[in-house]
């Protein structure tokens, strides 16, 4: 039986160690941003009240969330709470210090993006928690074309930049296909988790198609409408996110290796076919064929995270300027520049703390469709954050995906942070019984007696 929330003033002392925590970041990222400060002013700028505007809203956002958790009486996970805090204000530190927006412009996009984001996770939360979060599986196929509709418009409507299709202003609707595609996957396993299981016999390779078909069918239209907008980053991830699902709710490793042998045959089509695939392959092979072409970002980050050695060369005494696009694909290689490769360590730290908790919050989710959500939802962020460090250090070819909570993009920003809305939601647990509510013992009917409702 579950107990029930806790009122207010009880709500207020169950959170007491995620205000600990808080704090804690909230000092370590102040810090941050009083070294930046400080590195501006020896720099010769002339700074004014604006500075104290993106500390200022990030204690406000930390506010926000605490009070606003307490005030729904969440029981959910705390140490998860304070990593997405603790990641979501490093990142806006990271950002303010490489310029991405203006503190003295209230028209600038960017001061808005993570109050947004942190106003549409405790939504997200509030919506979804108790055991409300099953109610996104009474939708079923409309998540699916929600999904395709998303790219569909985005093709139709968007610009072309840097081989890529983004919406109006450079906006990525597409990032919520990290939503609403998860959820249809979890869904449709979910409803069909025996089925799935059920291979032709001992030792067959062939799953049941009856079953896959129209799964199969969604994700060919799905992975056309990626390939031509371009998105490998995403298709990957979404690709792997099902591989994920399939196998943990079906419980057959099968689908893993049916899975790896048809995207390595779609990667290898899609570097057949389109020529920006093959430039990034290339640069990632050699990337001193064209050092001042293609692979000039990727050499240009490699020389910045080498110059930061072992402690960095400071917060503000990089040049993060000589990489291109640096405060987006390529944030990691400012933050080895100028906190070193123990700052690299430390960020990566607090994600795989962020992803454990998330992983903990699936397994102890009572019903299927919860943990296979939350499964799906924290593997995303896992292939996101892969791809992205990987991308950086030369471990696997360019995707141009972001960073989760740290880079630049105010669209991917706030998925990541309702997908963690979720996440959280799933943390608080089913909904509560009633206090006075009482399962009825069964009345036992002895042999040879009948029941009041039978005639002799």
Avoid at 97 to 124: C, E, I, K, N, S
Avoid at 422 to 449: E, H, K, N
Wanted: aromatic fraction near 8%; proline fraction near 5%; charged fraction near 15%.
């Amino acid at each position: 039986m579950s107990a029930p929330p806790p009122d207010l003033r009880a709500a207020w002392a169950l959170r007491a160690p995620e205000r600990e925590l808080l704090a804690w970041g909230l000092l370590c990222v102040g810090l941050g941003f009083a070294m930046a400060i400080g590195s501006a002013q020896a720099a010769g700028a002339r700074l004014g009240a604006e500075v104290l505007v993106a500390p200022a809203l990030l204690l406000g956002c930390v506010v926000v969330i605490h009070l606003g958790l307490v005030a729904l009486r969440c029981r959910g996970d705390q140490l998860l709470t304070a990593c997405i805090a603790l990641l979501a204000g490093f990142g806006l530190l990271v950002r303010y210090r490489m310029g991405a927006f203006d503190p003295g412009d209230p028209t600038d996009p960017g001061l808005y993006a993570l109050p947004l984001g942190v106003t549409a996770m405790l939504v997200t939360c509030a919506l979804a928690m108790r055991g409300r979060h099953v109610r996104l599986a009474t939708a079923g196929w409309l998540w699916a074309a929600l999904s395709l509709a998303l790219v569909v418009v985005v093709l139709a409507l968007g610009q072309r930049f840097r081989g890529a299709v983004y919406g109006v202003g450079l906006v990525t609707p597409t990032e919520l296909l990290k939503i609403t595609a998860v959820v249809f996957m979890a869904w449709f396993v979910d409803r069909h988790a025996k089925a799935l299981g059920e291979w032709r016999g001992p030792g067959s390779i062939w799953p049941p198609l009856r079953t896959l078909w129209p799964l199969v069918g969604f994700w060919a239209v799905l992975a056309a409408l990626l390939l031509w907008q371009r998105d490998l980053g995403m298709l990957a991830v979404l690709a792997t996110v099902q591989l994920v699902v399939l196998v943990a709710g079906s419980g057959r490793r099968g689908y893993l290796w049916w899975g790896l042998g048809l995207g390595g045959t779609l990667g290898a089509a899609a570097l057949g076919l389109f020529a920006h695939g093959q430039r990034r392959l290339a640069a990632w092979l050699d990337p001193f064929a064209d050092p001042t072409g293609a692979s000039w970002q990727i050499l240009q980050g490699l020389s910045g995270m080498y110059s930061g050695g072992l402690w960095g060369e400071g917060l503000g005494a990089g040049n993060p300027e000589y990489t291109p696009i640096a405060q987006s694909d390529f944030i990691y290689a400012v933050i080895g520049e100028e906190f070193g490769f123990v700052g690299c360590v430390l960020l990566v730290v607090f994600v795989l703390i962020l992803l454990w908790r998330g992983l903990l919050v699936a397994e102890r989710t009572r019903d299927r469709f919860g943990r296979l959500l939350g499964l799906g939802l924290v593997s995303a962020l896992a292939c996101q954050t892969l791809l992205n460090l990987g991308g950086v250090t030369k471990l696997i070819p360019l995707t141009g995906i972001t960073l989760p909570l740290i880079s630049q993009g105010g669209t991917s920003l706030v998925t990541v942070l309702v997908m963690l809305g979720l996440v959280l939601a799933l943390s608080d647990g089913p909904a509560p019984r009633a206090s006075g509510a009482r399962r009825q013992p069964r009345r036992s009917v002895q042999r040879g007696t009948q029941r009041p409702d039978q005639t002799q």
